[in-house]
């Protein structure tokens, strides 16, 4: 782990994550592989390395966050990195001047990476296009979280041994998901089949053209699943906006052993959190240790976010900085 | 600012000309006479014998020679934007596309919903000199959609017509009101047709594209909705009625049938929307941002059928500058169009080009069927007419530049573009106001 292979470089030929889409099975592969090393290295009691030392890593967050950003911040730490954490709260940004000004003033102080977040679609990418560092998405509006999709790739990889031809069913409020695009793209890419599962008010449209099989019941939904990936409801999409109350989404679309009994005897259960109990999620379900894999989830997410950190600073070595190409 | 003093054009002789006339349907080599700011003649013997002397000689080298375009649908940002667009920059671009009457939206800092405001155009568009600059006034005061504006002051003053601009006139009392009251007039009220409660949000079309990039859709329905409903107002309240920008095969449709019916409708569409489609946005490409969105492949076909049998009746350049600070944005967050004045015209001369219009039907809504629809005595080669005339090369072969455009803002999708048809030479009430350089 201490020496670079070279191979990786170009094996991983983007200078930034910003999306799952355009990574190659191999390419998820090879970062999935990494991280599992890093699990590793977690489970120590000296959990530091040096890979980082002497970089920078900035998590630009424009959106309230405590878990990702607290994980990226291990994620740094932990490979020997200056982690900094800067918060511009939303109410202070009205206008995209203000990104790009925010990213060309952090760029002059030469970071070497930068974790953004963003409410809106495609800032991230925008802000990639400004700045000279590797870039992080850890989250742009309703569009990608590719290193949400890894860690749960991660933690299916760990229990199934394997991700290729497994059943998948995200359940909930796809069409504000970022986490379950992310999670879409990557399931295909890797060979295993997805559903989706939610009322149609909560499906954006076209969604079967994105390869998942759309299902409007619970039940039937989550027939013979390997997987069930549990999304989280935002408090103001439970009353009546676009589902009108909580207790009828939690009767027909809340995650509870009943419905559950359809899935396979062995299926896991996933959320991204933070879980809003009763609502999409039943807590006898959530806190089952022999099916919740959600604690594993968190755990993984620190050691994806670590390979991500590694790969993407191994472009930056001044002598492999002809080997990066792409995104 | 002071007007200089007028040189009177006097006489001018175009010669080897290809004359075009799309409402009579002329289309003959032949020579056209200016005296003064009218069309004296025209035709193809005149000036067989030879141009006699005291006339100025224009040869046309066999180019077409035709009605100069008429632009019933442009943003010019003064008053209150004069960083992103002026009456002036507007005019050049204008000019350079051929273009020799535009009109302007009111939604300007301040709005123009009041006399004063249509005078101030009229009054910079004379200081300016170069096109022809007219505006639409708003139908409600401030656009708020709630109180009807002036609408007989303002025709008086010379508004040509009354819209809220880029939002629709969304209470249907408040349109039926307006249609019915504007009747008084025989005011045409224009619609911007979308239902906002569907489009609230929206960045663009609702489909597969803005799933993937994870952008709030606008369907095509909330077109389609706006534009029945209003049919059926009209219907109601016998007013004229003219749907702007369309997107979508349906809307297309529903004017169609209309027509049929016989009610006093009209609607445009602006290059864009049968040049483009969805996938123009790409990875959240802000130039590809436009109000209504670009839809899809079937709707751009929907349209240009629309153009074919008259459904549509004009042909908008949708002119609407942007600075950089507004598009260089999160895509949701970005303005929405882009600038068309001087791409109006061979945008339009593709459907020609790619065998799918005749000459006369791209040239008939870029001219006198604005010019009807809008009450202006242009848009056709007529003797005793405003000598406003744009001297073009369909065919000649040009790439467009972001560079080159005289539009103070740069926002346009069709930069590095090739294209065909060059304006050589444009000409308001007499006087030449554009001139290519080669």
Same mark, same amino acid.
């Given at each position: 782990m201490t020496a670079p292979s070279p191979t990786i470089l170009l094996r991983f030929p983007h200078r930034h994550l910003l999306g799952i889409r355009g990574l190659s099975a191999a390419e998820i592969t090879l970062l999935l592989d990494l991280a599992e090393s890093y699990v590793d290295q977690n489970r120590q009691a000296d959990k530091k390395s040096a890979i980082l030392r002497g970089r920078t890593v900035i998590n630009l967050f424009f959106e309230n966050s405590t878990r990702t950003r607290t994980s990226f911040e291990l994620a740094g730490k932990r490979l020997g990195g200056d982690v900094i954490n800067m918060s511009v709260s939303t109410s202070s940004i009205k206008k995209g001047e203000t990104l790009i000004d925010t990213a060309m003033t952090l760029n002059a102080m030469h970071p070497d990476v930068l974790v953004v977040r963003h409410a809106d679609s495609g800032a991230v990418q925008l802000l990639s296009e400004k700045v000279n560092c590797a870039v992080i998405n850890a989250g742009d509006g309703s569009h990608e979280h590719p290193t949400q999709a890894l860690l749960d790739a991660l933690t299916i990889r760990r229990r199934k041994k394997r991700i290729e031809g497994l059943l998948v069913a995200i359940c909930g409020d796809i069409l504000h998901s970022r986490v379950a695009r992310s999670n879409i793209f990557l399931l295909n890419t890797m060979g295993a089949r997805v559903r989706v599962v939610a009322p149609p008010t909560l499906l954006p449209s076209a969604i079967e053209k994105l390869g998942v099989e759309v299902f409007h019941d619970m039940r039937n939904g989550l027939k013979d699943v390997d997987v069930v990936m549990m999304l989280r409801l935002q408090t103001e999409r439970m009353h009546g906006s676009f589902v009108p109350s909580i207790r009828e989404y939690f009767r027909f679309f809340g995650l509870d052993y009943p419905k559950l009994e359809a899935a396979k005897d062995d299926a896991m259960i996933m959320h991204p959190g933070p879980m809003n109990r009763g609502v999409e999620i039943d807590s006898e379900v959530a806190d089952d240790i022999g099916r919740s894999a959600i604690h594993e989830q968190v755990e993984m997410g620190v050691a994806v976010r670590m390979a991500c950190l590694d790969v993407l600073m191994r472009h930056d070595m001044p002598s492999n900085r002809d080997a990066g190409a792409g995104r | 600012? &002071?007007?200089?003093?007028?040189?009177?054009?006097?006489?001018?002789?175009?010669?080897?000309?290809?004359?075009?006339? %799309?409402?009579?349907?002329?289309?003959?080599?032949?020579?056209?006479?200016?005296?003064?700011?009218?069309?004296?003649? #025209?035709?193809?013997?005149? #000036?067989?014998?030879?141009?006699?002397?005291?006339?100025?000689?224009?040869?046309?080298?066999?180019?077409?020679?035709? %009605?100069?375009?008429?632009?019933?649908? =442009?943003? $010019?940002?003064?008053?209150?934007?004069?960083?992103?667009?002026?009456?002036?920059?507007?005019?050049?671009?204008?000019?350079?596309?051929?273009?020799?009457?535009?009109?302007?939206?009111?939604?300007? +800092?301040?709005?123009?919903?009041?006399?004063?405001?249509?005078?101030?155009?009229?009054?910079?568009?004379? +200081? =300016?000199?170069?096109?022809?600059?007219?505006?639409?006034?708003?139908?409600?005061?401030? $656009?708020?959609?709630?109180?009807?504006?002036?609408?007989?002051?303002?025709? +008086?003053?010379?508004?040509?017509?009354?819209?809220?601009?880029?939002?629709?006139?969304?209470?249907?009392?408040?349109?039926?009101?307006?249609?019915?009251?504007?009747?008084?007039?025989?005011?045409?009220?224009?619609?911007?047709?979308?239902?906002?409660?569907?489009?609230?949000?929206?960045?663009?079309?609702?489909?597969?594209?803005?799933?993937?990039?994870? $952008?709030?859709?606008?369907?095509?329905?909330?077109?389609?909705?706006? =534009? +029945?409903?209003?049919?059926? $107002?009209?219907?109601?309240?016998?007013?004229?009625?003219?749907?702007?920008?369309?997107?979508?095969?349906?809307?297309?449709?529903?004017?169609?049938?209309?027509?049929?019916?016989?009610?006093?409708? &009209?609607?445009?569409?602006?290059?864009?929307?049968?040049?483009?489609?969805?996938?123009?946005?790409?990875?959240?490409?802000?130039?590809?941002?436009? &109000?209504?969105?670009?839809?899809?492949?079937?709707?751009?076909?929907?349209?240009?059928?629309?153009?074919?049998?008259?459904?549509?009746?004009?042909?908008?350049?949708?002119h609407a500058p942007h600075d950089q600070d507004s598009k260089r944005q999160p895509f949701a967050q970005a303005a929405s169009g882009i600038i068309g004045l001087e791409t109006l015209l061979p945008l339009s001369l593709a459907l020609c080009h790619q065998g799918r219009l005749g000459l006369f039907d791209i040239l008939a809504p870029l001219t006198y069927k604005p010019a009807d629809l809008l009450g202006l005595g242009a848009g056709r080669l007529r003797k005793g007419a405003p000598a406003d005339l744009v001297l073009f090369d369909p065919n000649r072969s040009w790439t467009i530049q972001e560079s080159k455009f005289r539009s103070k803002s740069k926002n346009s999708p069709f930069a590095e573009r090739e294209t065909k048809g060059w304006v050589l030479r444009t000409v308001v009430d007499g006087r030449p106001v554009f001139i290519a350089e080669d």
């Open positions: - | 600012m &002071s007007i200089p003093p007028e040189k009177q054009p006097g006489r001018v002789a175009y010669i080897n000309a290809r004359l075009l006339d %799309p409402a009579t349907r002329l289309d003959q080599p032949g020579a056209l006479l200016t005296d003064g700011e009218t069309i004296a003649d #025209f035709g193809p013997s005149l #000036f067989e014998a030879g141009v006699p002397d005291g006339i100025q000689i224009v040869d046309c080298h066999g180019a077409c020679l035709a %009605p100069g375009l008429v632009d019933m649908r =442009v943003q $010019l940002r003064e008053p209150g934007e004069e960083h992103k667009e002026t009456i002036e920059t507007s005019s050049r671009a204008a000019a350079a596309g051929g273009v020799t009457a535009m009109v302007c939206l009111p939604n300007t +800092e301040p709005v123009i919903d009041d006399v004063s405001g249509v005078e101030f155009i009229a009054r910079r568009a004379r +200081e =300016v000199k170069l096109v022809k600059v007219y505006c639409h006034a708003a139908v409600t005061q401030g $656009l708020a959609g709630e109180q009807l504006c002036e609408i007989g002051l303002l025709k +008086e003053a010379g508004a040509l017509a009354f819209t809220d601009g880029l939002q629709s006139v969304a209470d249907a009392q408040v349109m039926r009101r307006a249609l019915s009251y504007a009747r008084t007039f025989d005011a045409l009220i224009i619609q911007h047709p979308e239902e906002p409660s569907l489009a609230s949000g929206g960045a663009m079309n609702e489909g597969e594209i803005a799933t993937r990039l994870g $952008l709030p859709g606008i369907p095509r329905a909330a077109e389609v909705i706006m =534009v +029945e409903r209003d049919l059926r $107002l009209v219907e109601l309240t016998g007013g004229r009625y003219h749907a702007a920008h369309l997107s979508t095969a349906e809307a297309v449709d529903a004017v169609r049938r209309a027509k049929a019916k016989g009610l006093r409708v &009209s609607c445009d569409t602006a290059p864009p929307y049968f040049t483009l489609d969805e996938t123009a946005v790409g990875d959240y490409r802000t130039f590809a941002k436009l &109000s209504p969105p670009l839809r899809t492949r079937a709707d751009c076909a929907a349209i240009i059928a629309g153009i074919a049998d008259g459904t549509i009746d004009a042909i908008a350049s949708d």
